[in-house]
């Protein structure tokens, strides 16, 4: 174990939950053209990080991006904008791996890139107040991997960066953290060699 580790601070899409934009156009889209249409504008158009900042509503996102997409494909954009967290599934290993945490002594924190949708879907995993702290991005309109997030994240919690251990899939959020001063890790698939390597 690292004792200078006091806190595991987790990222939520693709580390505690599945975010697979592929599973919700396979659920709504009849055609490779839709999924093609929706995959650039809906999952890859400027919306999706606007949520995120919370500079929109999740709400808003299908009014904005249906400008863009034919009005053949209305309907299907309608139920991927509207439904995309069917995706949304705690990983395995998810839960496991968040009362590990909990039962050794560690604080656990939530850090997240998140619409405001985010609340919906989350308690699929476990109950908000079984985290010390969440923090999500659109409440903040602030994005990770800017070092202002993460900052802002230790001032809220009265947090140590150096008695944290961040944990993303996505090496710039990775980075931004390890900017910040915080410990940080990114993940590929298993909390097998995390709990090996930091927690033991």
């Not at 053949?72 to 290993?93: I, Q, S």
Request: some cysteine.
């Amino acid at each position: 174990m690292n004792n200078k580790i006091k806190n595991i601070v987790l990222d939520m899409g693709n580390v505690l939950f599945d975010f697979n934009p592929e599973f919700v156009m396979n659920t709504f889209c009849s055609s490779l053209e839709e999924k093609a249409i929706i995959q650039r504008e809906l999952f890859e158009g400027p919306e999706w990080s606007l949520g995120d900042k919370g500079v929109i509503k999740d709400a808003d996102r299908y009014d904005l991006v249906k400008k863009r997409v034919p009005e053949a494909y209305h309907e299907v954009l309608r139920n991927c904008a509207m439904h995309w967290d069917v995706c949304m599934k705690p990983l395995p290993g998810a839960k496991e791996f968040c009362e590990y945490v909990r039962a050794h002594g560690y604080g656990i924190y939530i850090l997240s890139n998140a619409s405001d949708a985010f609340y919906s879907y989350f308690p699929r995993l476990l109950p908000l107040d079984f985290f010390d702290g969440v923090f999500v991005s659109s409440d903040y309109l602030m994005l990770k991997p800017d070092l202002e997030i993460y900052q802002t994240f230790l001032s809220k919690y009265n947090l140590k960066g150096e008695e944290c251990l961040f944990i993303d899939d996505r090496l710039e959020n990775v980075e931004g953290a390890k900017m910040a001063g915080i410990q940080a890790v990114q993940y590929f698939g298993s909390f097998e060699p995390i709990v090996k390597d930091y927690l033991k």
